[in-house]
């Protein structure tokens, strides 16, 4: 294993760390669980982002890169990933709204820094998922077809996070900062069914690899548990637009 998937791994075990005290807190405490206030952000980013830093950094292992390339990006992952939970987590216990929040200068320049770290994520994301489809024949089928799909998923989950900070942003910016914090998460539901496509995906194609099916039977039998993640993104998806 390299120096820089020790630290990956490392940082997002910190990372879902982070995620389980927040809940713990949240739970003694009694405090709400919706609500721009609520440790339950910091809770969801702390376990989200660890577990997608340590399934990308897994993932980037098959990827075809060179071992400098994949060092700048898993590095770059790991510390945007570490400080968008940061930042998330210190304005909560500040008790000041993370998102949407330009009330005074400090809160304008941690929206700002979220949404570079934001942006930051999205292009490593495409990066991985360019050269996942540049080039993945080293990889037997059925894993191939799994990363593929799941790097997908999570380039999906990105755009939609993507629309919810717009929406939000233009509502603080047209004077209605609390309908965006009220509605600006209108597409989290979509947004965490496609996080973590990039798990899934990839665990099913492990375990078709167990079992004592043909490469071919295992390819099909991924490809039918990808067509039933992708039904259940839609339904999700259709089932937010209804109630929008």
């Given at each position: 294993m390299k120096t820089i998937e020790r630290a990956a791994y490392s940082v997002g075990g910190l990372l879902i760390l982070s995620g389980v005290i927040h809940g713990v807190v949240l739970l003694i405490?009694?405090?709400?669980?919706?609500?721009?206030?609520s440790l339950r952000k910091p809770t969801t980013f702390g376990l989200s982002f660890g577990l997608t830093?340590?399934?990308?950094?897994?993932?980037a292992s098959f990827v075809p890169l060179k071992d400098r390339t994949r060092t700048w990006l898993l590095g770059v992952f790991a510390a945007a990933s570490a400080l968008e939970t940061l930042l998330v987590s210190l304005q909560a216990w500040r008790g000041v709204p993370s998102h949407f929040n330009v009330e005074t200068s400090f809160d304008a320049a941690v929206?700002?820094?979220?949404a570079v770290g934001?942006?930051?994520i999205v292009g490593i994301i495409v990066a991985l998922t360019s050269a996942a489809f540049r080039d993945g024949t080293g990889l037997r089928p059925p894993l191939r077809l799994a990363i593929r799909a799941g790097l997908l998923a999570l380039v999906a989950a990105q755009i939609a996070g993507g629309v919810m900070i717009g929406t939000g942003m233009q509502l603080v910016f047209g004077g209605e900062p609390q309908r965006a914090?009220?509605?600006?998460?209108?597409?989290k539901p979509a947004h965490a069914a496609l996080m973590h496509g990039i798990l899934v995906l990839p665990l099913l194609a492990w375990l078709a690899s167990r079992t004592d099916w043909e490469e071919r039977?295992?390819?099909?039998?991924v490809s039918i548990g990808i067509a039933v993640y992708a039904l259940i993104v839609a339904a999700t998806i259709v089932s937010v637009l209804r109630t929008a």
């Open positions: 405490s009694g405090g709400a669980w919706e609500g721009p206030l830093l340590i399934n990308v950094t897994f993932i929206a700002q820094v979220l934001g942006f930051t914090y009220a509605t600006g998460g209108w597409l039977t295992q390819t099909r039998g």
